[in-house]
């Protein structure tokens, strides 16, 4: 199996997940933080719902520096509008994962902040952290949920809400 077959593979998987994760974030939670030292559960729920987006740009560019480009992320409002933005940027990380992309797999993306190198990677490697990452912050999520008394789907199996303990 190509990697590029595989990252998709690996991509519907997560989606399946990371949707209901997302359907569980009420709109009135959206300003809540565990702590202040934490991301509102709007901020993390919105950057989970971006990463696919990782996806295309480590395939179409070379490097993201961040005094070029800083980060603003998407004003979602509603928990309607986070689903709907992440099937935007399921679609757009999808549409790269095209064969006549493989060739592309080795060579070198940059992650930068101006002459502060952070990272260079192949493109391989930034799609597979981007998939990571959507796992990780799906659980940051998980956790944040269960702190509101919210159940959660399960990841791997079932969530304790999902079975009879």
Not at 21 to 38: A, G
Request: charge should be negative.
């Amino acid at each position: 199996m190509s990697r590029i077959k595989m990252y998709l593979k690996e991509l519907e998987q997560e989606a399946l997940t990371t949707r209901k994760m997302l359907q569980r974030v009420p709109t009135d939670k959206f300003e809540w933080q565990p702590h202040e030292k934490s991301m509102t559960i709007k901020r993390l729920a919105t950057h989970i719902a971006e990463l696919p987006t990782w996806i295309t740009m480590a395939i179409k560019t070379d490097e993201l520096d961040f005094a070029d480009n800083p980060y603003q992320p998407a004003d979602v409002n509603t928990t309607e509008e986070l689903l709907a933005y992440f099937e935007s940027s399921l679609a757009d990380g999808r549409s790269e994962l095209k064969e006549e992309n493989e060739s592309l797999l080795d060579k070198d993306w940059t992650l930068r902040n101006g002459q502060q190198i952070y990272s260079v990677e192949p493109k391989a490697d930034v799609i597979r952290m981007s998939i990571n990452q959507i796992i990780h912050h799906r659980a940051q999520l998980g956790v944040f949920l269960r702190l509101l008394n919210i159940p959660i789907p399960g990841s791997f199996g079932p969530s304790a809400d999902e079975m009879d303990f």
